[in-house]
């Protein structure tokens, strides 16, 4: 097992300070937010790096912000920030529900928002949450801020749309209003598990129609992803027994799975149609 002795961690006090560091390629280090994922792969022999600058705890990306039609989640908030936040709760109760799933308290305590999103494993239990807001990644570097819709924010198997200069200081999710929100994870038992196939979805039904809908999948292909296909088909439709049946039918047909150690990509196939039935299921 290696060690981090020889790393060279970087502590600043402020946001400037840590934008300041990455914007020069001789002190620029690895992002290192909880440690819950780098410290692992640090141990297990992923390239060490030489220095990491240390966002932990930095208060300009480590609060809630409840605006009039978005929250504005800091980057640096941690898994049991959320769990324990009632305006989450409320407003986004997907991404409270993933993040109660992830890992026990101990990971929850420190492990953050930010880390989990920018870690970019398909597993992350946040992104499909955050996926169905339709909401965006806000990054920030010495030359300012940009925003990056979430559904281009993973470009592939743990690759991120964000360059070695900037940090992730927040994720802008509007409420879900009226819609209904709900979040499955089905792994191998209840806690400490990453999952098999993972849904989150928002769907607002008025007037016995589905007026929106979004509904995305983790763990089935190499990012995060949205349902296109099965939005397309619900949209504008009355959530009939007959509509969820095709609807999970056309899920199981639309995804290409894939396998790996923790299961087939046949079961993660049936399961994503089940998932789909549940999230449509006596809205
Ligand atoms: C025992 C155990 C169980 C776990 N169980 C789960 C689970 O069930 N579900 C799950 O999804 N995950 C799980 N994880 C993984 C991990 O806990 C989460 O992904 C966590 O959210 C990572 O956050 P962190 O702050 O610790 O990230 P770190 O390890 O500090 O960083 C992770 C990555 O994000 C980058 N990063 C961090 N912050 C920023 C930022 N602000 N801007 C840009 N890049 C940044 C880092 O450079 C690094 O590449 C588990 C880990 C362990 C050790």
Redesign the pocket.
Known sequence: MKTTEHIDIRCPRTLAEALRLQADERTRG???????????QWASGVPTPVRATS?WNLPE?SAIEVCADCLEIG??VT?AFLVDCTQVHRHLPALAAAAA????AQ?QA???????A??A?P????APALLVTGGSVVLASVSGTREVPLDRFWTAYRRID?RPD????AFRLPKKGKAQERFRKIGTRRA????KVMAASRILVEKGRIQSVAIALGSIAPTPVRLSEVEALLAGQKPTPALIDEAEKLAQASVRPIADIRSTAEYRRWASGRLVRAALENL
């Not at 690895?30 to 692992?40: E, H, K, Q, R, Y």
């Not at 400490?192 to 999952?195: G, L, V």
């Open positions: 690895t992002l290192l937010a909880g440690g819950t994922d780098l410290m692992v966002v990306i980057a640096g898994h799933t992830v890992g026990a990971i420190r492990g953050t928002l930010g880390g989990n920018a870690n494993s597993a992350g239990d946040t964000a900037e940090i992730i200081v400490q598990a990453i999952s």
